[in-house]
């Protein structure tokens, strides 16, 4: 062969590897928490449908079970990995929430496969960290969809099941499409599937997805509730702006639109869904370069021009809108929206506590983490 060929050769393995490797790192890169003393159990949502065991999309359950009997929960996150402040929501309650009443689910990355590789052409970066008093406390930043790697090839166009309607090819990879899915479908309809099983099996009462979107898109800082949730919803709604004075709405769940957590979920069993948006202007399209420090104090030049324009849905200022706020916002809502479940639904309460929104702003974030070189190595999981 001619050296030019041994060149060529050459210059296309160090492009591969250059970035090749830093993904293969982050697809193997653990995330750590350190079991609260409210977890009581923790186990794969492979349990409920053996199809998925051994596959990338199990993933862990974090039971949070309350001394006395009453409702249950499901808290999801991670549907969209791509909207990391979900996870970081997820951490913060398996780390600190107290069950007094009834049992409350947790799944930090529902879409793991997802979790594990960055978005093609998204240029989010790999990772980001939360300053602590001990260190920083690292996060991988994932994709919106289960990764190709997991899921291929894409179909032409993706039928939804059981309904039929024509969804867009990459929603045969996207959790928030696939519902209710199927035991023998595609990967995503194989995660949901699993999850309808633990839903109606468990009896489960409230099934919150945590998710983040644009502050121009009107579907944010709100609930999204299909008609048998509203009541419950619009309560919530309304107690967080009231008592914790930050802004909060609620959006109808579209029957006719499928696939979609707060829609199946409900239609399919005898829960409770809410689906929690919160603004994460890293996921605009006008930012400046998508840095780990935007995912953190989300603040950003460009979308702060396009709030002096009246573009945005979300109130914007120069102090942005940082993870704090965000994981905040969502702990406050899922605290109030079981609150509201408990009232109207005395017989099966869900009562809990955890950090709220005022205490995670005024403190930061990082406090509420526990340092997993002091804590027992029996509680910290690697997600
Ligand atoms: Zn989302």
């Not at 974090?62 to 409702?71: R, T």
């Not at 309904?163 to 519902?179: E, F, K």
């Not at 099966?348 to 002091?374: C, R, T």
Request: aromatic fraction near 10%.
């Amino acid at each position: 062969m001619s050296l030019r060929k041994w060149i060529i050769i050459g210059a296309v393995a160090l492009v591969v590897l250059a970035g090749g490797i830093p993904l293969y790192i982050q697809r193997n890169f653990k995330e750590e928490v350190v079991a609260g003393p409210g977890v009581t159990q923790v186990f794969k949502l492979s349990r409920y449908f053996s199809g998925l065991a051994g596959t990338v999309g199990d993933t862990d359950v974090f039971e949070l079970k309350g001394e006395k009997e009453g409702g249950k929960a499901l808290i999801i996150a991670g549907t969209h990995a791509n909207e990391p402040s979900a996870a970081v929501v997820a951490y913060l309650l398996i780390e600190n929430m107290k069950v007094e009443q009834g049992t409350v689910y947790i799944i930090p990355h529902f879409n793991r496969s997802g979790s594990l590789g960055a978005q093609p052409g998204g240029g989010f970066p790999l990772y980001f960290s939360i300053k602590t008093d001990w260190g920083e406390k690292k996060f991988r930043v994932g994709d919106r969809g289960l990764q190709a790697i997991d899921q291929w090839p894409d179909p032409d166009v993706f039928v939804h099941y059981p309904d039929g309607q024509l969804l867009s090819y990459i929603d045969a990879r996207n959790t928030n499409r696939a519902w209710p899915g199927r035991p023998d479908g595609f990967l995503a309809e194989k995660i949901t599937y699993a999850t309808m099983e633990m839903i109606r099996k468990e009896g489960i009462n409230v099934v919150i997805d945590l998710h983040e979107a644009e502050a121009m898109f009107p579907v944010t800082n709100c609930i999204v509730a299909p008609e048998k949730s509203k009541s419950i919803a619009i309560a919530a709604s309304l107690f967080v702006k009231g008592k914790e004075k930050f802004e909060n709405h609620v959006e109808p769940s579209p029957s006719s639109f499928r696939g979609l957590s707060h829609r199946e979920i409900g239609d399919w069993s005898d829960a409770y869904p809410f689906l929690l948006e919160s603004p994460g202007v890293h996921l605009d399209q006008i930012t400046a370069a998508k840095t780990p420090q935007l995912i953190v104090d989300g603040k950003d030049p460009f979308v702060l021009e396009a709030a002096k324009k009246g573009l945005l849905y979300v109130p914007y200022d120069e102090q942005g809108f940082s993870i704090d706020r965000r994981v905040g916002q969502h702990s406050s809502v899922i605290q109030e929206i079981l609150k509201q479940w408990t009232r109207k639904h005395a017989d099966e309460p869900i009562v809990v506590s955890a950090p709220k929104y005022k205490d995670i702003v005024q403190n930061g974030l990082g406090s509420f983490y526990n340092d997993p070189s002091k804590s027992d190595k029996d509680r910290i999981y690697y997600e």
